[in-house]
């Protein structure tokens, strides 16, 4: 079943774009937060969640860390320096 875009589920996936940079949900939550004041903490991870399900946005798994959401879902290279 297709779930309905609504304008929190675009308002999180312009955010992830904007960013740029691999942002975590919580950097999501404050960018859209300034935006869209009523919007809370459990929506912006619902649809940070839909958006990855559905194929939208990447989650980026970091080991003793929080995921990181990316914009591009073709197939790359994730790298950190130790």
């Not at 559905?54 to 130790?82: M, N, W």
Request: charged share 30%; hydrophobic share 35%; net charge positive.
């Amino acid at each position: 079943m297709k779930k309905r875009n609504t304008i929190q589920r675009q308002l999180v996936l312009q955010a992830v774009i904007d960013h740029g940079m691999h942002p975590t949900a919580d950097e999501v939550y404050d960018k859209v937060k300034a935006i869209y004041p009523d919007i809370s903490r459990a929506t912006v991870y619902r649809n940070l969640n839909i958006l990855a399900e559905e194929g939208k946005l990447r989650r980026i798994a970091v080991p003793d860390a929080a995921d990181r959401f990316d914009q591009t879902c073709s197939d790359h290279y994730h790298i950190k320096c130790t």
